[in-house]
T-cell receptor, first 115, second 117 residues
Framework: SQTIHQWPATLVQPVGSPLSLECTVE??????LYWYRQAAGRGLQLLFY??????ISSEVPQNLSASRPQDRQFILSSKKLLLSDSGFYLC??????????????FGPGTRLLVL | AQKITQTQPGMFVQEKEAVTLDCTYD???????LFWYKQPSSGEMIFLIY??????QNATEGRYSLNFQKARKSANLVISASQLGDSAMYFC??????????????FGSGTRLLVRP
């Protein structure tokens, strides 16, 4: 069965520091991968998605970047964190062959607090 | 304009009773998919149920069913026989059928459900 891991679970970082959040998927090949951010009490906002190694599409211009160095690894980064980067970051995967019914499955998330 | 609207920020239900969580959507596409996710306090998003725009019958998954009214553009989630473990945030989401956006799930702002013992 497929599983998705994210780490760290919680992170407290000072403003201006770098960021690296990692997401890995097990049990599937060539998944579509996604990074979402959820502000407190809000819905999810898609940040990046990837359909293959090295292929990254950005939804919202911002202080963050994403990379996919391996088939089942997705990394969210920042060179200098802003206060507004605080939030709950969720990674998700899907199998890109199901059309409209393609379901995204989410990881446990990382809570980031920028101080 | 909001693509997905969940008008109930919070809902209460008595244990063992049924509850309906509202979701309306806005799209000009003929092909689209609708999803419901549950987010417990741990934060993980758990997929519950899917309804396609061309599906003739309402989707059901165990205690979850979807009241799909296409003309009204609504896709309400019905939870029967509520359990204490159903207390969570519930999100409605839509995927539109256009090629340039078919990868993307658009989420509503969510409804917090509290099940009373």
């Amino acid at each position: 069965s497929q599983t998705i891991h994210q780490w760290p679970a919680t992170l407290v970082q000072p403003v201006g520091s770098p960021l690296s959040l990692e997401c890995t998927v097990e049990g599937t090949s060539n998944p579509n991968l996604y990074w979402y951010r959820q502000a407190a009490g809000r819905g999810l906002q898609l940040l990046f998605y990837s359909v293959g190694i090295g292929q990254i599409s950005s939804e919202v211009p911002q202080n963050l970047s994403a990379s996919r160095p391996q088939d089942r690894q997705f990394i969210l980064s920042s060179k200098k964190l802003l206060l507004s980067d605080s939030g709950f970051y969720l990674c998700a995967w899907s199998v890109g062959t199901s059309g409209l019914k393609e379901t995204q499955y989410f990881g446990p998330g990382t809570r980031l607090l920028v101080l | 304009a909001q693509k997905i609207t969940q008008t109930q920020p919070g809902m209460f239900v008595q244990e063992k009773e049924a509850v309906t969580l509202d979701c309306t959507y806005d799209t000009s596409d003929q092909s689209y998919g609708l999803f419901w996710y549950k987010q417990p306090s741990s934060g993980e998003m758990i997929f519950l149920i899917y309804q396609g725009s061309y599906d003739e019958q309402n989707a059901t998954e165990g205690r979850y069913s979807l009241n799909f009214q296409k003309a009204r553009k609504s896709a309400n989630l019905v939870i029967s026989a509520s359990q204490l473990g159903d207390s969570a945030m519930y999100f409605c989401a839509m995927r539109e059928g256009r090629m340039d956006s078919s990868y993307k799930l658009i989420f509503g702002s969510g409804t917090r459900l509290l099940v009373r013992p």
